[in-house]
């Protein structure tokens, strides 16, 4: 009854008499690096311009999960980031690239997306590639691609815009803006700054604190055209967090046990110690060049990401003191993560427009890691620190075409080579401190005897260093036929690759001994029908698409109970090393529709229904009869048939009804507006968990805006959550029988906008 009074709300019900004036605005997308209409790209995207985002007051990157069907990114505190699209993603941090991309202004953010998800001020357009990205984009991802681009300068004179958000209960404010300067007639300048702190709703119990997040921004971006067939643009941004925290909030399991009973609409974490970025800075950097010579169009990126993280965990989030995470990452000090492009397009026959070029990253991060690790059943604690540097590179050569075989029929044609190194290390020291104790909040007690070294290699070294090379190549691409039914409809249909290479794996086993092993790259080959049109004379659109997609060595975590043949126990894993499953299929279909009923009334609705399992392989599993596969420990759990077992975290069923009515003219030139929008999100289920441990239930959110607007200035205030529903979108198991670490959707919150542009 709950759902049903929450679409309820949405129905707006209108007196007005039909009239029919007004037709859709033209929706333009650049995902196949050129500009075109959203009906004529033969490829599922969805888009949006700053004018929504400031419309819906989307404030980080996680806001767009309730706009989107089949998306669902998560920010928590700059550091547990990930997307998926279609019910693949990436959900934990590793080395190798994500399987859907993240570019901010043309750079891939490699794993480093929080630079894009959690800064979003002056943002020109969002554009959400769905299926794999094979060909015109810096890495091959197998699932798909999130690009942004922030505004850019122009030569209009001076102009700019300020929004300002104040949000009661949690409480916090947003403040961003921009400004445009035409310095000359070949030159203009876009300065743009952004404050934003917030609180998040979630009480630390044990700490009796309310966890906040902020960050603090700025950018500028020189454009110089000294003639018409020649462009040169350089941004710089600079982002840092301030005042954010890393908690997460927890569900308890066994209440005989836990200290806590809580549930998910508790909105609780029970750290005992500090959860918190000390310090992250950002820096990145961009070149665009673009030169028109005779009929050839030659385009040059270069950027550069060179970003610090300094943070404390506490990493078992319980109100016990047992493991303490401190993390000091270095992403492209020096300036030595890179990447550049060379692209040359041009058009022969009249009926050939083709683009090759070349593509050339290089990444490398530093981290180091201390922790701290109470083993009371051992007498003490143990010191533990990891040095983690990694060397990664990328080479790529590619060509995309389309060739207009007819007037209304073209083929498309990509293909990519692609080259990946990876050079990783990790050097273990680690004394034990006998007669130590951890206390809460993080100091530990004098030792009677302090052993060194005791963290032992395969091959006995003081300290332990071991090392791993990703060494691998692949060619990626796409076929796609496009067909121009009639004016108003456009058929297309696709075939891709994609691809996600392997990277190393750092595993600790039963006996308390480090391994470095890998896991070897996936590869997807995806398949799309698609539909776009115009109905009513340009005053409804629609899309639609069915897709299948065949993963071979799907890279899956082992993050569930698993049965640890060095042990002899059932074991709950935590940051777990990834595995490679045999195959796993992704099927679906996907539809939006968006209708004006009325000039001033427009509805839309979307849905996408995503099935991934494993049709092929073993997983680890909880049944001690199966054998291991090898020895330990290079596969030191028991294994189980995977064949028709789930395979993603994520939802099947995503669905999304959005309403708008307008009112004109009601006041000071101003038109009022009430908009709402209901989102769905499916039951999930976690991947290999057969307790059930990890299911969640399905559960939507409301929104709700309304305010006024015109051209110059727009007031609004907005409730999102407006039914404060406590819905769960990913469980993940602590390494307890006491307690779930959770990500749940965000709490009701109320709040203001107003901007003003000039």
Request: aromatic share 12%.
């Amino acid at each position: 009854m709950k759902r049903l009074s929450q679409m309820s709300a949405l129905v707006l019900v209108m007196g007005a008499a039909p009239a029919y004036s007004q037709v859709l605005e033209e929706v333009v997308v650049t995902a196949q690096k050129k500009t075109e209409s959203l009906i004529e790209a033969p490829l599922a995207v969805t888009v949006f311009d700053a004018k929504q985002l400031q419309e819906f007051s989307v404030f980080q990157a996680d806001e767009l999960n309730r706009l989107t069907t089949g998306l669902e990114v998560r920010y928590e505190g700059d550091t547990n980031v990930g997307v998926g699209l279609r019910g693949v993603g990436t959900f934990q941090q590793q080395s190798n690239p994500s399987r859907v991309g993240t570019y901010l202004d043309d750079y891939w953010t490699a794993s480093q997306a929080a630079v894009a998800l959690s800064s979003m001020f002056d943002i020109a357009s969002v554009q959400i590639l769905k299926g794999p990205q094979g060909t015109l984009y810096g890495q091959p991802s197998p699932g798909g691609a999130l690009i942004l681009n922030t505004e850019d300068p122009n030569f209009d004179g001076f102009s700019g815009n300020v929004q300002a958000s104040y949000q009661a209960d949690p409480q916090g404010y947003n403040v961003q803006g921009g400004l445009n300067f035409t310095l000359t007639d070949t030159l203009a300048l876009r300065v743009a700054g952004l404050s934003d702190d917030r609180e998040t709703g979630v009480d630390v119990v044990v700490r009796d604190k309310d966890e906040e997040r902020g960050r603090d921004g700025g950018r500028a971006k020189l454009l110089w055209q000294p003639t018409e067939n020649f462009s040169a643009k350089a941004g710089f941004t600079y982002t840092e967090s301030k005042n954010s925290d890393t908690y997460r909030v927890v569900e308890t399991l066994d209440s005989s046990i836990a200290n806590y009973d809580v549930d998910a609409g508790d909105l609780k974490a029970i750290a005992d110690a500090p959860s918190k970025i000390q310090k992250k800075e950002d820096y990145l950097g961009t070149l665009h060049l673009d030169w028109m010579v005779n009929d050839l169009d030659i385009s040059f990126f270069a950027g550069y990401l060179d970003t610090h993280t300094k943070s404390e965990t506490d990493q078992d989030n319980t109100d016990l003191p047992e493991t303490n995470l401190f993390l000091d990452t270095d992403f492209g000090d020096d300036l030595k993560s890179y990447q550049t492009e060379l692209r040359v397009s041009g058009n022969a026959f009249d009926r050939w427009d083709w683009s090759v070029g070349g593509y050339y990253s290089e990444a490398k991060s530093q981290t180091d890691v201390g922790t701290d690790v109470n083993r009371q059943a051992d007498g003490g604690v143990f010191l533990l620190t990891f040095d983690i540097p990694i060397d990664s590179k990328t080479w790529a050569v590619f060509t995309h075409n389309t060739f207009d075989l007819t007037d209304d029929l073209n083929l498309i044609v990509g293909l990519r080579y692609n080259k990946f190194d990876q050079d990783s290390s990790n050097t273990i020291a680690g004394d034990f401190w006998l007669g130590s104790e951890l206390l809460p909040g993080g100091d530990i007690t004098d030792p009677g005897a302090v052993f060194q070294d005791v963290f032992p290699c395969p091959i006995p070294a003081s300290p332990c260093t071991l090392t791993d090379t990703i060494d691998e190549d692949e060619v990626t691409g796409t076929v796609k036929l496009q067909y121009d039914l009639n004016e108003s409809v456009n058929l297309y249909a696709s075939i891709d690759r994609g691809y996600r290479p392997g990277a190393a794996n750092f595993d600790i086993d039963g006996s308390f001994s480090p391994e470095f092993n890998s896991y070897a790259g996936e590869t997807v080959d995806s398949f799309e029908l698609g539909v776009k049109g115009d109905l009513m004379d340009g005053r409804a659109r629609y899309t639609a698409a069915v897709f299948y997609g065949r993963y071979d060595d799907y890279q899956v975590p082992v993050n569930f109970e698993a049965y640890n043949t060095v042990t002899s126990d059932v074991q709950v894993i935590t940051n777990a090393p990834f595995v490679n499953v045999d195959e796993a299929e992704q099927k679906g279909v996907e539809a939006d529709f968006r209708m004006l009923v009325t000039d001033a009334w427009m509805v839309y609705a979307a849905f996408t229904y995503a099935e991934v399992e494993f049709t092929d392989g073993t997983v680890p599993c909880t049944d001690p009869s199966q054998p291991p596969v090898g020895p330990p420990p290079a596969n030191r759990y028991n294994t189980c048939d995977a064949n028709g077992e789930n395979a993603t975290a994520m939802p099947k069923w995503t669905g999304m009804l959005q309403t708008e009515y307008t009112w004109d003219q009601v006041v000071m030139d101003s038109d009022y507006y009430v908009s709402a929008l209901w989102s769905y999100k499916g039951d999930t289920k976690g991947v290999g968990d057969v307790a059930g441990r990890l299911d969640g239930d399905s559960f939507s959110v409301v929104d709700v805006f309304t305010g006024l607007r015109n051209d110059v200035w727009s007031a609004q205030l907005y409730v999102k959550n407006a039914f404060d529903d406590d819905g769960v979108l990913n469980r993940r198991p602590l390494n307890t029988l006491a307690y779930n670490e959770l990500t749940v959707t965000p709490p009701r919150s109320v709040g203001i906008t107003g901007t003003y542009r000039f």
